[in-house]
């Protein structure tokens, strides 16, 4: 856990140390960025920041996040929203139970090393897709079968009835329909539709499948 020190009654002092992410072998299993010198946020000084909760975050909380930032207008996370600093923002809010006003007000020699590491514990499996089969980072369990892999090659089966389905369904959850190569929903809804595994199966997946899958469901050898 993050190491807090009651500060005294004093203006709150902000440091600029260099920072180190954790991750040694002696915290394997943790997800944690230590800081060399203390951050200072409402008089406390942390040490690090613990993100354990990483590995309970699934791709129903990449879509989450996704709808926020889209209603917020955050243009830039229209796009690649994995490599947006208010993606990672919002995860590391998730994943610390911190309140997004910590990450906020960091200076960037803090929050640079804590969003890069958010950013590649998500893109930390973007790879493992041949022939439109995709492999997952870890066995997958759900309605009582284990799954390793799954086959995606229906995607290119879908009829022009099923993409207006998929884009109804994504403005019925809240999102705008433009671009939809780049949305998480979009990926789960055309994965179900392709698979014929419910909807819930995509997004229950770990969040570290989210950029995997969207690629997948994408991939340019489907509109050849």
Do not use: W
């Amino acid at each position: 856990m993050s190491e807090e020190k009651i500060m005294p009654t004093q203006e709150n002092v902000e440091y600029n140390p260099a920072v180190k992410v954790g991750g040694e072998p002696e915290q394997e299993g943790r997800h944690v960025v230590a800081f060399k010198r203390p951050y200072t946020f409402e008089r406390k000084e942390y040490s690090e920041v613990d993100l354990s909760g990483l590995d309970r975050l699934t791709v129903k909380d990449a879509i989450e996040v996704q709808r926020q930032l889209f209603g917020q207008q955050e243009v830039a996370a229209s796009l690649l929203t994995e490599t947006t600093t208010a993606f990672a923002q919002a995860l590391a809010v998730k994943a610390s139970g911190k309140p997004v006003e910590f990450f906020k007000l960091m200076k960037k020699p803090f929050y640079r090393p804590v969003f890069r590491y958010v950013r590649e514990y998500v893109m930390s499996v973007e790879k493992g897709v041949e022939n439109h089969v995709m492999q997952l980072e870890k066995p997958c369990f759900f309605e009582g079968r284990e799954y390793r892999e799954i086959d995606l090659n229906g995607v290119a089966d879908l009829n022009s009835m099923q993409e207006s389905a998929a884009e109804n369904r994504m403005a019925r959850e809240g999102f705008v329909v433009t671009e939809t190569s780049f949305n998480y929903l979009y990926a789960c809804i055309v994965a179900s539709m392709a698979t014929g595994l419910p909807e819930e199966f995509f997004t229950g997946l770990p969040i570290c499948e989210a950029v995997k899958l969207k690629n997948a469901v994408n991939d340019g050898d489907f509109f050849e």
